[in-house]
């Protein structure tokens, strides 16, 4: 690894942590540092490589979702680091979603002992297997990566957030379920599939950002005047928007939807599988979990 690692660099690596935090503002640039040293880490792990980049694409939502709430803070150069962040997700988006399709595959091929998801699942785990290689070869140890989360880091640190109010945030999240509604609506009006995708992506950002403000009000390493802040917030925010319990059961629902009709899609480009229109008629035809 040519890069050293986030959290070992005195010069670059963030000094903000949650003790240092006397206010909300401060909570949220440190949970947010927090997630860019868990995407450093996870990027350097080899034993579980998929996994770690499924939790990579993860912490880059959380980091964005938060992200958003704060941009009246400074927009120019939160733009620059939510673009290298994004980025970073961008870069593994293949890879990610190799890995999903694993996944979905195993998820819907239970109770249903057919060998053709046998062959489906030895052909994913093999397309995965490629992608990981190719992605490692042309950016060795993901060092170009994690000079951008580096970078992200140090620019983020720089930047003073006492200034965010609890009032500024809730409006960021009322605009955030607005946001979502408005998703909602077209979705449902033109049923698109880059429409549905953007109403879940919306749905999953609303709750990424409850779920953020939860684990700040809920920090005891944290003052208990900045945790008060952050439930007050929450409990605004909750009179106008959903709960994040509410989103997260309609994410992973639009989420599965997604994840079945991408998987059907990829196996009906291959005229190669020798299984793929059994594999076709079975991903059309429901049958009974375990």
């Given at each position: 690894m040519t890069v050293p690692a986030l959290a070992t660099l005195p010069s670059s690596s963030p000094s903000v942590g949650r003790r240092d935090a006397a206010d909300l503002g401060t909570a949220i640039q440190a949970n947010m540092l927090a997630e860019l040293r868990t995407i450093d880490a996870e990027l350097r792990r080899r034993r579980h490589p998929h996994r770690a980049i499924h939790a990579v694409r993860r912490a880059v939502r959380r980091f964005?979702?938060?992200?958003?709430?704060c941009v009246g803070v400074a927009p120019e150069e939160f733009e620059a680091i939510d673009r290298r962040v994004r980025r970073v997700g961008k870069r593994l988006s293949a890879l990610r979603d190799a890995h999903v399709l694993v996944l979905?595959?195993?998820?819907?091929?239970?109770?249903?002992?057919?060998d053709i998801w046998r062959l489906l699942d030895r052909w994913l785990r093999r397309e995965r297997r490629r992608l990981l290689a190719q992605s490692l070869a042309d950016d060795p140890d993901f060092a170009a990566l994690l000079r951008r989360v580096h970078r992200a880091a140090r620019d983020l640190a720089k930047i003073d957030f006492e200034g965010l109010s609890g009032d500024a945030i809730v409006r960021a999240l009322r605009a955030s379920a607005a946001d979502m509604a408005s998703a909602e609506r077209k979705a449902n009006a033109h049923p698109r599939e880059a429409l549905r995708h953007r109403w879940r992506r919306r749905v999953r950002r609303l709750r990424l950002q409850l779920e953020g403000l939860a684990v700040v009000a809920d920090d005891r390493q944290l003052p208990a005047a900045v945790r008060v802040e952050a439930q007050w917030v929450l409990a605004e925010a909750l009179n106008a928007v959903p709960s994040a319990a509410a989103l997260a059961v309609l994410a992973d629902r639009?989420?599965?939807?997604?994840?079945?009709?991408?998987?059907?899609?990829?196996v009906r480009r291959q005229d190669a599988l020798p299984f793929r229109d059994e594999i076709l008629a079975a991903l059309t035809t429901p049958f009974a979990p375990n």
């Open positions: 964005r979702s938060m992200l958003a709430l979905t595959a195993s998820r819907l091929r239970r109770g249903d002992g057919r639009l989420g599965d939807q997604q994840d079945e009709r991408h998987l059907a899609a990829t």
